[in-house]
Each structure stands twice: as structure tokens, then as C-alpha cells.
């Protein structure tokens, strides 16, 4: 009886259908598990992914390997080497386009949006990271896409890691959330600029993903 009025409480302010939300900062908020219906036509897209465009370590400017693993689908990639970090219409290990961003991977990203408040987002960039255990991104802004008035949609999958979400600037206090598989965070807005980062992912497994956690970030660039 008490938790049924509890729950009730709970849910009364939110979305029919998505009860399961997170508000994280101004413009920005966790779906929680919103991936999961999907998870085996996003895993079946991301094997043809890699296939093509093999998960690589990129180089910092500052001549640092990256601890996390990365490739891209979409028309527009991120890419870092000495020069810079850049988004990029080719793969520079293949010389090719990167590949197409499946239908599964679009149809997720804008339905969350929507579900977030951003109605118009349209994601022409695909960032996937691959975290092996211990593999960590240090504290960063997200500044290299023209239109900030377009969120970024993150979704999680595999082992869970701890996110840091701060403020605008570095210095600022982080809060720390638990991102687990299928989670989606959606931000933007006022928080678009924020600093954040992933603490080094701890061993663990999980069905999918054996002791990797992978990430989808979802941008429109130009
Ligand atoms: C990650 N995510 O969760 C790294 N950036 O593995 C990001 O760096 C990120 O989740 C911008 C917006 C959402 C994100
Ligand atoms: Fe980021």
C-alpha cells in the first residue's frame, strides 16, 4: 500500500510511458534503460560498424594515446591526432567515408531527444566509444560542432562507469552518476558547454559486451 503511493508520487510529473527519468542538470536529463528494447538491432549495426572502421586509440595533440578506443558512423566523424581534434568526412586509417548511420542508431537518438524536449535534433555524427577496463575521459567540453543550440544524445551500453558531470567551467564541482546499459543521457540547452568525463571503467562483464563499455554520442555538426 505505501509503495504503491510512493511510486504513484513518483511518476505523477513525468512523460507517460518514459517513467523512468533522471533530471540532471538544466537541459539535460537520463533516460534511464531507454536503449534496451533495441539493444540487439543497435549490437547486430555496430558489428557491421567495426567491420568497416575498426575501433582505433587516436592520438591527443598533446601526443597522448587515448585510453578509449574510437570509431564513427555518419556522414561526419571525430577525429584528434597531433594537429587537433577535427570532424572529419573520411576515415584517416581507410581514406573512406565512415559508414552510414544505421536507421536503429537515428530512429534511438531522435525519439530520446524528443522525449528530452529537443524536437528538431538532427544527428549527422556518430561517435562510438569502446572503454576496456580502466579506460577513463579526462574532464572536457564538447565545442568542435557549429549549431550549439542542438543537444548531444548519449546512450550506454555494457559495463556500467561512473560519469562526471560538471559545470562551466573546470574548476567547478562535479556531480557523479552511474551510467548503466541503456541508459540515454540527453543534454543541452543551458548545460550544452558543461565539463564532464567517464572515471576508469571497473572490471566487470556483461552479456553483450563482454568487459567493454560502449558508448554512442550522437551530434549534429554542421
Ligand atoms: C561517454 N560521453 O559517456 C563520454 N559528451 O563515454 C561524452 O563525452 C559526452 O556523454 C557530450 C555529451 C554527452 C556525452
Ligand atoms: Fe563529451
Redesign the pocket.
Known amino acids: 500500500m505505501t509503495q504503491q503511493f510512493a511510486t504513484a508520487d513518483l511518476f505523477a510529473d513525468e512523460a507517460p510511458g518514459f517513467p523512468d527519468r533522471d533530471a540532471l542538470a538544466p537541459g539535460a536529463c537520463i533516460l534511464r534503460g531507454h536503449a534496451r528494447a533495441d539493444e540487439l538491432a543497435i549490437f547486430a549495426a555496430l558489428e557491421s560498424i567495426v567491420t568497416r572502421a575498426p575501433f582505433r586509440h587516436l592520438v591527443t595533440p598533446g601526443g597522448f594515446y587515448m585510453s578509449v578506443a574510437m570509431t564513427n558512423c555518419g556522414a561526419l566523424g571525430w577525429v584528434s591526432d597531433r594537429r587537433g581534434y577535427r570532424y572529419a568526412a573520411q576515415d584517416p586509417d581507410s581514406g573512406q567515408p565512415w559508414p552510414p548511420m544505421p536507421a536503429v542508431f537515428l530512429e534511438l537518438a531522435t525519439r530520446a531527444a524528443r522525449e528530452a524536449g529537443y524536437a528538431r535534433f538532427s544527428p549527422d555524427a556518430c561517435l562510438i566509444?569502446r572503454y576496456q577496463p580502466g579506460a577513463r575521459?579526462t574532464l572536457?567540453q564538447?565545442r568542435n560542432e557549429h549549431d550549439l543550440s542542438q543537444p548531444?544524445v548519449?546512450v550506454?551500453l555494457g559495463v556500467p562507469a561512473m560519469?562526471l558531470f560538471g559545470g562551466l567551467t573546470r574548476a567547478e564541482k562535479q556531480v557523479r552518476v552511474g551510467?548503466m546499459h541503456g541508459d540515454v543521457?540527453v543534454?543541452g540547452g543551458q548545460s550544452r558547454l558543461c565539463f564532464?568525463g567517464?572515471l576508469p571503467v571497473k572490471e566487470a562483464t556483461h552479456p553483450l559486451t563482454g568487459n567493454c563499455r560502449i558508448?554512442l554520442?550522437f551530434r549534429n555538426v554542421r
Open positions: 566509444n575521459l572536457h564538447d548531444i548519449s550506454s560519469f551510467l543521457v543534454w564532464h567517464v558508448n554520442t
